[in-house]
């Protein structure tokens, strides 16, 4: 089952796990508090992981996943995050390091249009959007 979290620390715990930190980006200690603060984000978890959708406007968000399953399980719990957000969002879309093969596979697999790649400060990207 999804559900909507307000508790940072229940965020927090999986986004700093140690199978889980390695594939989020950024380093050292991430807290998730500030998002959660903003009612407008939206956390959602389940069995085995879940997302973040940030904000960006109107019925807009950009999205960050961390999932403690792998292959079928993660494709599967992606989906139901994503089933639940299509009643709040009409575009989700993130940034996916272009070295992550496995994590562009991923990204097509639960649906996600590729916009095309697009250099940031922490290196090249590729942009994936997902309509609803």
């Known amino acids: 089952m999804i559900r909507r979290t307000y508790d940072a ?11 889980i930190r390695p594939t989020v980006g950024g380093e050292g200690y991430l807290d998730a508090a500030d998002l959660i603060a ?18 960006r406007g109107p019925g807009v968000y950009e999205g960050h996943s961390f999932f403690q399953v792998r292959g079928k399980e993660a494709v599967q719990l992606a989906r139901a995050i994503l089933a ?8 989700i879309w993130g940034l996916t390091p272009a070295d992550l093969k496995h994590v562009h596979l991923f990204n097509r697999l639960i ?11 922490e290196g090249p990207h590729i942009l994936y959007e997902m309509r609803f």
Do not use: H, Q, V, Y
């Not at 620390?9 to 199978?19: S, V």
């Not at 639940?84 to 575009?91: E, F, G, P, T």
């Not at 649906?111 to 400060?121: A, I, K, Y």
């Open 9 to 19: 620390a229940e965020i927090n715990e999986l986004i700093n796990d140690p199978d």
């Open 38 to 55: 903003d009612r407008r984000n939206i956390a959602l978890i389940g069995d085995g992981g879940g997302a973040l959708f940030a904000w």
């Open 84 to 91: 639940k957000m299509s009643r709040r969002a009409n575009l």
């Open 111 to 121: 649906g996600f249009e590729c916009l095309g790649e697009m250099d940031t400060p």
